[in-house]
């Protein structure tokens, strides 16, 4: 099995910073993108960051030039360092992976995310 962990949310007030991480663990023999989803109350679930294998990165508008997502492959980790925070941030952040297993199939993980909540 493949479990994905994120941490480093939490409380920050605008204009602040913070930078949250996802890990996978378990029977993982490649990983292709690694992406950072959020989801804030009552809205649909917004792909916010993603980084293929071979590090090209591409950003929502909505983050773009304040967000960075980067990746540890030795330690299957992604990171997403966040910069310039505002209150319309305030989001659950979740974590996909694409892992091959051992068979060759490829198949998508999810974290259990992490709350971020920026205060005006």
């Known amino acids: 099995q493949v479990r994905l962990v994120e941490s480093g949310g939490g409380l920050v007030q605008a204009g602040g910073s913070l930078r949250i991480s996802c890990a996978a663990s378990g029977s993982i023999f490649k990983i292709n993108a690694m992406d950072w989803y959020r989801q804030a109350p009552g809205k649909q679930r917004e792909l916010v960051a993603i980084?293929?294998?071979?590090?090209?990165?591409n950003y929502s508008d909505a983050v773009k030039g304040r967000f960075t997502i980067s990746r540890d492959n030795a330690k299957n980790t992604v990171y997403l360092q966040m910069n310039s925070l505002k209150p319309e941030d305030t989001a659950v952040y979740l974590c996909?992976?694409?892992?091959?297993?051992?068979?060759?199939?490829?198949?998508?993980?999810w974290g259990q995310g992490t709350q971020v909540t920026v205060s005006s």
């Open positions: 980084i293929s294998s071979d590090g090209t990165t």
């Open positions: 996909k992976f694409r892992v091959m297993r051992s068979w060759g199939a490829w198949i998508d993980y």
